[in-house]
């Protein structure tokens, strides 16, 4: 009877002229099935310091449910930094070199089939013309073992100096990184699957989830990927907002969330690109978005911009173009933009709805930056030839949007936010095998 009477008030308060426009709700279909037993594996694994090359730093220590799967500030601290969110400051014993070139992304619904692409630029994708059925950066032979691209992405943190190998004179991993040595005995990658699976606990838990394993010897790095995947995948499904509710006839949107929904389905055109039941295109698109931070550059390239998507594909449609983000729990996620540039979810609305002139007198106390001694943040800002080339690449898009208009967009974003996902299904761990800390 509740259903009959939700679906009877879904049809009679209809958004005018949305019924053509509104993704589909999301079901079990959209997601693969994901075993609980190896999920609960990944989930040690994930809070776990063991994977760095120090034994300081953890997946979660950038991407913690406190702050809904990412870290709160624009670019944070990765190796050398201490603490989680904005009070993450630099070890004075082990002081970073610059911080992380790019926000840290959201971690719902990576248990999706429809998962084209991952990272900012989307250099790790489906592919079906390669052996593994994806693309990455490294040699193909490398991608092989990964049960998929979520699984696959796991190998790029653990592997880079700023994130969690560590310098290459402070440890095993490290040094093994910069001799060129990843894979095969005695690689990086074989160093941290010995580390875990010289652990009793993990040891059992290995050869139980994984059968065909018969020794803790046969324990590879990428079942530690594998097994954090299913995590992720377990951890943060995330369909029941308001708005999947009203999606699935169970509750209505009402007042300022619905007349938001109808200017983003509608003439602000932000379902345009967020389309889609996941609110994305899984596409990539030049938003205008200032460049702070050291930039996605060699580390002896002397500017500090990030050109995106190019960086990927040569083609200079491309230019400073980046992936399209799903919107779940979108108000929760700040800051916002591929480096963070943006604080305030409103004032980044402002800015994105008129991407070759949004960033135009932007303000930089926007940025969320622990401190660190040394680096410009904001050295293409006053670069006036790399602010022409960023703003020439946006897209010519312009969507008249009132104050109120985008309280109302606001209204409805933070209709797309999931508490229970966001928690998610496990928490935080009390302790972990290895018997380091759990950053909390």
Known sequence: MKRVLASLLFFAAPVTGLADTL???????????????????GWLLFYDPILSGNRNISCASCHHPRFATSDGVSL??????????PDRYADPDNIPERRLPRNATALFNLGARDLPALFHDGRIELDPTRKAGF????????????SGIVSAQTMFPVLSQDEMAGHYSENDISQAVRQGRITGKGGAWDIIARRVS?????AD?????????????????????????????????????????????????????AAGMELFFGDAGCGTCHSGPFLTD???HAMGVPQ?????VGRFERHSRDEGRFRVTADPADLFAFRTPPLRNVARTGPWGHDGAYSDLSVFLAAHVDPQRGSDGYDRAQAILPSLDGPDDFAVLDEPVEMAAVRSAAV????????QDRRDILAFLESLTDDAAIAGRLGVPDRVPSGLEVER
């Open 292 to 296: 702070i931070g050291p930039g996605k």
């Open 396 to 403: 010519d898009y312009r969507a008249e949007v009132s104050a």
């Open 135 to 146: 693309r990455t950066p490294l040699e193909d032979d490398m991608a092989t073992g990964f």
């Open 23 to 41: 993704p589909r709700a999301l079901t079990d279909d959209d997601f693969i099935p994901v075993s609980e037993a190896e999920a609960r594996l």
């Open 198 to 202: 010289g652990i009793p606990d993990y």
């Open 205 to 257: 838990d290995f050869l139980s989830v994984y059968p065909d394993l018969t020794s803790p010897e046969q324990i590879h790095f990428t079942d530690i990927s594998n097994a954090i995947a299913a995590f992720m995948a377990f951890e943060w499904r995330s369909d029941d907002s308001a708005f999947d509710r009203h999606l699935r006839g169970e509750a209505v949107l009402t007042g300022s969330a």
């Open 76 to 85: 944070t601290l990765g190796e050398g930094g201490i603490g989680l969110g």
């Open 282 to 284: 899984h596409s990539f």
